[in-house]
């Protein structure tokens, strides 16, 4: 049987090409930028992540939205009925 591509048991060629093996340099594209350069790296980052991002529509957004203030809804009376029993059973036992 034999091994994939690129396996760890079997690396690929391109893998053991000599460039490989070189040291490069520390910095790499950064290490020539100063503070306002690297800034502008990030913010340039920070629009490229964000293009990538799968954006919802508004009814899908309206859904959401509804879902989630349903079960915040539902969670507050859960507690407040909850609160009000221990507090008639701790005033029933000590009161």
């Known amino acids: 049987m034999t091994d994939a591509v690129g396996s760890i048991d079997m690396p690929d060629a391109e893998d053991e090409s000599p460039e490989s093996s070189k040291k490069t340099r520390k910095g790499g594209k950064r290490g020539k930028k100063g503070p306002l350069g690297r800034l502008a790296l990030f913010y340039r980052q920070i629009v490229a992540e964000l293009r990538k991002v799968v954006w919802p529509t508004r009814s899908q957004l309206t859904t959401y939205t509804s879902v989630v203030i349903v079960f915040v809804v539902v969670m ?5 009925v909850l609160d009000t029993g221990f507090a008639r059973v701790v005033k029933y036992v000590f009161g």
Request: charged share 0%.
């Open 76 to 80: 507050i009376g859960l507690v407040t």
